[in-house]
């Protein structure tokens, strides 16, 4: 009797035994497997830290950004990030220099204004996206022997002076022995957005567009891509995200985070293809169909518009500072030392 009673209890036993070990076992598979498994946006809503980013215009040039957005490499890097368009390099500034936007992605050259302005707290350059341009000269006929002589005598629609579309046209210009002030007409008086429509209805013999201006005008047959602003320019430090020197100061914990993100998407740019590029970024261009953005990331693509690393290069700020001295813009140069730093990009590339 005692040996049944012995075996019911070491039975039963057993039994407790197998049960608490799967409750166990159930147990820390719940509690672990949130952490092998990309993680959502819910997932990190305790311990992400709020960022928002002032970007100068909304357009596929910046790629790279906007894969690590749909990614969702800022989660990963515990950034919870809230994109704001500026429409414009001086509002986007101003956002930033204000505290409304505490990073700005822009043209440089308004660092170097801002700077020379005489600015205490003025804003750094902590990563550089684009090294070319991207603007696009478009004709009203094909043009397959284009070469730059043609613009003189033309009646051209240009960007707004001082932008950097138009500095680098102008820059292009000079290279080639044409004086953009003698030898052609370039209209500056029409808005960025705007130019595309106006060319359309038939004003000017040329215009310099950015996309998706230059591949629609072609789409609707009003127009020729002729020219890349972007290959003729050679390597040009065209945008680069930045922040207050305080902020940077205060936040290197988010500003290496951050870039580390933008990172991330400048390797699945630079490791996939101008069609999956375009899979990932199409719900940030609803307007636009997926067979035209994957042809603007394709003319990109191919003329090498987006750097491995987002380190910014003394002799890439000394460049953009000729070029505002040819276009007229900067009297005195703004030291490198102060307006860049590469300890975070050189970190993310690591």
Known sequence: MKKKMLSILLTTALLLGILTACTSTDTAKETSGSGSEKKTASDFSQELKEVTLNEVAHSIFYAPMYVAIEEGYFEEEGIELTLVTGF??????????????????????????????????????????????????????????????????????????????EMVFEYILKQNDIDPSTDLEIDQSIDFGSTAAAFSEGKADFTVEFEPGATNLEKEGKGYVVASLGTDSGYVPYTAFSAKKSYIENNPDIIQGFTNAIQKGMDYVQTHTPEEIGAVIAPQFKETDLDTITTIITRYYDQDT???????????????????????????????EDLVTTEYAEKAAR
């Open 88 to 165: 414009g390099a001086d509002k986007t500034m101003t956002a930033v220099l204000s505290g409304s936007a505490d990073i700005g992605f822009m043209g440089s050259e308004a660092s170097i204004y801002t700077y020379n302005e005489g600015a205490r707290d003025y804003v750094v350059n902590f990563a550089q996206l684009t090294q070319r341009a991207g603007n696009f000269l478009v004709a009203r006929e094909e043009m397959p022997d284009f070469t730059w002589e043609d613009l003189k005598g033309k009646y051209v629609l240009g960007g707004r002076k001082g932008g950097m579309p």
């Open 306 to 336: 987006w750097k491995e690393n987002l380190i910014f290069r003394e002799e890439s700020f000394d460049l953009l500072q000729d070029i505002l001295e040819e276009a007229g813009e900067l009297t005195t140069r703004a030291p490198y």
